[in-house]
Each structure stands twice: as C-alpha cells, then as structure tokens.
C-alpha cells in the first residue's frame, strides 16, 4: 500500500522558505480579509458546462496525487504554494471527499466537495470560518487549476462535474466561500449559477483566524 504524504504546518513552513514564511507569520498576527458567500440552486436549469476531452478524467485523490503535487510546488508563486499546501492540510484534516482531474497523469486541477454529514468535523475544525450545511446542501471548496492546464476550462467542467454528482444524490443547493479580490474564481462561479448573498470579513489576529458568520 502506498503512503500518503503528510502535509502540516511546519512542512508549510519550509515549502515557504524563510522569507514568504515571515510574511505568512505575519499576516497572522493582524490581518482583515473580506469574503463572498454564494449559494447556487441544484434544482435550476445548469448552463451548458465546456467539454475538456476524453483525456481529462475526474477522480477521488489518491496517494500518488498528493505527492505529484507536492512534487509540482516549485512550478507555483510562494501564495499559491500556502493556497495548495493549505487544501491538501485540510483534506488530510478528514474531509476526504477530494477530487482531482487528471491529464496524461498529471494533475490538473483539484476541488474538495463537503456533505452535510461533515457538520460536527466543520464545528470541531472550522466553526469559525464555515455555516453548518443544510440537510439538503453541499459545499465546494479549495479550488485550484495548475498552471498547465489554465484557460482550458477546468474549473468550470470540474465542478459541473461534482455539482452533478451532489445533485443525482439528491442533494438541493451548494455553497461556496470567495475571497473578495478573487476576481476570476468569483465570475466563473457566477457564470455557473452562484449567487453572491452576503460579504463578510475574515479576521487573523495572533494566530486566531474567524470569519463573522
């Protein structure tokens, strides 16, 4: 059986390097950020999602995908290196309901899809940052599309993709959760059918991070 890396705050750290690692201490210790809570309908008409190829195939993470992208780290900026070692730190937190896109065997693209079953680890992990899901809704989260593969149209096809799975679950509507100077990430996902319902800042003061719910 092939292990999985293991991804936690020191190893953050040193991906990082010293200098960009300063620079994420800090932003801990007093920083505001502002985020967009959309919610989509599952139920509503879907607008037509791009068609990526056969050679694209969407899958549940496994083993060997954590360490292709911990592999591929150097390709990325010192934010999108804390961005990716972030998502992988919270899926091996225990919401394993991971998804990456693959081509050719690299990895594409990635994005966590969260039930409500998940409640208790969201108010054990992320009581700060997340609402409780509704019975009848999912959460889409920790998108990232890798640099090869950008202005293909993954993000769109990807979580089309996970989208339609929540939906033949039975699952009603879907949540997501943007930072407001994401400006690409929040018009793809309202060309998807998210509707922004409120703004909301996010605080980081001596380590402790909390959004105003």
């Known amino acids: 059986m092939t292990k999985t890396a293991r991804v936690d705050n020191w190893q953050i750290l040193r991906e990082l390097g010293p200098f960009n690692s300063l620079k994420l201490l800090g932003s801990r210790v007093l920083s505001l950020d502002h985020y967009f809570v959309l919610r989509k309908n599952l139920m509503a008409a879907e607008p037509e999602a791009p ?3 056969a050679k694209f195939t969407l899958e549940p993470i496994a083993p060997c995908d954590v360490q292709s992208i911990l ?24 919401f394993k309901n991971c998804f990456v896109m693959r081509r050719d065997g690299q990895v594409a693209y990635m994005q966590t899809l969260i039930y409500p079953e998940q409640n208790d680890l969201i108010a054990k992990k992320y009581r700060t940052k997340f609402y409780p899901l509704k019975e009848s ?11 090869p593969f950008r202005g293909l ?36 996902f309202i060309k998807m059918g998210f509707k922004i319902t409120r703004m909301m800042p996010e605080y980081k003061v001596l380590g ?5 719910l």
Do not use: P
């Open 153 to 188: 149209g993954c993000l769109q096809a990807g979580t089309g993709k996970l989208l339609d799975l929540a939906r033949s679950q039975g699952y009603r509507s879907a949540v997501c959760y943007i930072r407001k100077d994401r400006i690409v990430s929040l018009n793809e």
């Open 208 to 212: 402790r991070v909390w959004r105003d």
């Open 137 to 147: 809704q999912v959460m889409v989260e920790n998108v990232f599309t890798f640099v």
């Open 71 to 94: 592999d591929s780290l150097e390709s990325l900026t010192a934010a999108e290196k804390r961005d990716v070692l972030g998502y992988l730190h919270f899926y091996q937190s225990g």
């Open 51 to 53: 068609a990526l190829g």
